[in-house]
């Protein structure tokens, strides 16, 4: 069974733009969620899709938004990048409810 | 006062040694209890995950839950080279939303 996929898995952006992340979650599994990875914050719980709708978000501000696709693949946008933003991301995804979470290798992005 | 603690101190043992790692956190209302791998440049991989107090063991590794002092643990037994990585503790309430520690980066020596 294939595991989860992330792309790109490398990205450098100048501060400004924007960009979109994709993750094709394990098939049949019906929940994403993201992460953002710092070696400053650790790992910070961005939101969660299930069923096209998001569930649950963290405190991350309005430039942070995702979306889910009826296939389950999900798709996170960063507006207005800011060095900040520099990280990786990483989405996860389960059957559904509450269960184990199982994680892609991340998207690195380097905001210049 | 983060909700969950892991002091992210790196920890060399020797080949062989075991390995202990643990976690404090603050809110009662977690239930589920994860710990995961992470390799470097690679995502977390989940290694246990527990509901209830007491522990579970998957062959070397053995995981502690105590909610009454609200702590987890991590032991590895016999621990090789292979198990150098950062492990990290998680925990959720009842939804997929998990809060992390910072981890703890592991160096077994040969």
């Known amino acids: 069974k294939a595991g989860v996929t992330q792309t790109p898995r490398y990205l450098i952006k100048t501060r400004g733009q924007q960009v979109t992340l994709s993750c094709s979650p394990i098939s049949g599994h019906r929940s994403v969620s993201w992460y953002q990875q710092t070696p400053g914050q650790g790992l910070q719980f961005l939101f969660e899709y299930f069923s096209e709708t998001q569930r649950n978000k963290g405190n991350f501000p309005g430039r942070f938004s995702g979306r889910q696709f009826s296939n389950s693949r999900s798709e996170m946008n960063v507006s207005t990048l800011e060095l900040g933003d520099s990280a990786l991301y990483l989405c996860?995804?389960?059957?559904?409810?509450?269960?184990?979470?199982?994680f892609g290798p991340g998207t690195r992005l380097t905001v210049l | 006062q983060k909700e969950v603690e892991q002091d992210p101190g790196p920890l060399s043992v020797p080949e062989g040694a075991i390995v202990s790692l643990n976690c404090t956190y603050s809110?009662?209302?977690?239930?589920?209890f994860m710990w995961y791998r992470q390799y470097s440049r690679k995502g977390p991989e989940l290694l246990m995950y527990t509901y209830s107090s007491g522990n579970k063991e998957d062959g070397r590794f053995t995981a502690q839950v105590d909610k009454s002092s609200k702590y987890i643990s991590l032991f590895i037994r016999d621990s090789q080279p292979s198990d150098s990585a950062t492990y990290l503790c998680?925990?959720?309430?009842?939804?997929?939303?998990?809060?992390f520690g910072k981890g703890n980066q592991v160096v077994v020596i040969p």
């Open positions: 998680a925990m959720s309430y009842g939804n997929n939303r998990l809060a």
């Open positions: 809110n009662s209302a977690f239930q589920y």
């Open positions: 996860a995804s389960s059957l559904e409810g509450v269960g184990e979470q199982f």
